[in-house]
């Protein structure tokens, strides 16, 4: 395996976080001051949504594309093979909200005049679905690498570990709280997230020791 396929996984988890800034940065705000639909329609009319959205999508598929490289390359210890999975997996679903979640600004219109708005629809009832599962994936992933990662590099998890139970607790608390303003625990979670990818790019996973190097441990030890 030559150093450039070694690495790519660590390459897109980069460039994912760099995006997902530059898109989150971009991102309409909201004040909480009206419902839910208006508070919607305002910010999909807003000229940055698009743009703001689709380098959302394209930090989620990259996301995704960087955890099945790794989990494929088995550059993680066995023990964070499972959670490195689901995290994966759970990403890769995810996606489909964030598209959901860009597509809804067709449905900006139908939104403001009180018509039926599908695709909108489809990303609240998607978010509401994946927002929990994908946090949850992520605590345990991060987790799990907190567990292979030694000294100063368990802070990189613990990033993570705060990025998902934003994820996870952001949209339910929305619902439950509509008048909260609660635009914060979206922003932290998707900030965290990204610091989060671009410091497990840069820091890699832990050295794993080979079959090969054992023996020879042993017998400079003897």
Do not use: C, K
């Given at each position: ?72 390359g ?88 705060v ?12 619902m ?19 610091l ?27």
């Open positions: 395996m030559n150093t450039l396929s070694r690495h790519a996984w660590r390459v897109a988890l980069v460039l994912s976080g760099v995006l997902l800034v530059n898109g989150g940065r971009l991102h309409p705000s909201a004040d909480a001051e009206d419902d839910l639909r208006t508070e919607l329609a305002t910010m999909t009319a807003d000229d940055r949504w698009v743009p703001g959205h689709a380098l959302i999508v394209a930090s989620t598929v990259l996301l995704a594309v960087g955890l099945w490289l790794a989990y494929r088995r550059v993680w210890p066995e023990q964070t093979r499972r959670p490195l999975l689901v995290g994966a997996a759970a990403v890769s679903v995810y996606v489909l909200e964030t598209v959901a979640h860009l597509g809804a600004a067709v449905d900006s219109q139908a939104l403001a005049d009180g018509e039926s708005a599908p695709v909108a629809m489809t990303h609240l009832g998607l978010s509401i679905v994946l927002y929990p599962i994908t946090g949850w994936a992520i605590v345990w992933m991060a987790y799990a690498f907190a567990r292979a990662w030694v000294g100063w590099r368990r802070g990189v998890a613990a990033v993570g570990i990025a998902g139970f934003m994820q996870i607790f952001s949209v339910p608390v929305s439950i709280l509509p008048d909260a303003e609660v635009s914060w625990l979206f922003a932290g979670s998707a900030m965290s997230l990204a989060f990818a671009i410091l497990t790019g840069l820091v890699g996973a832990p050295r794993q020791t080979t079959r090969d190097e054992v023996p020879t441990r042993a017998l400079a030890s003897a």
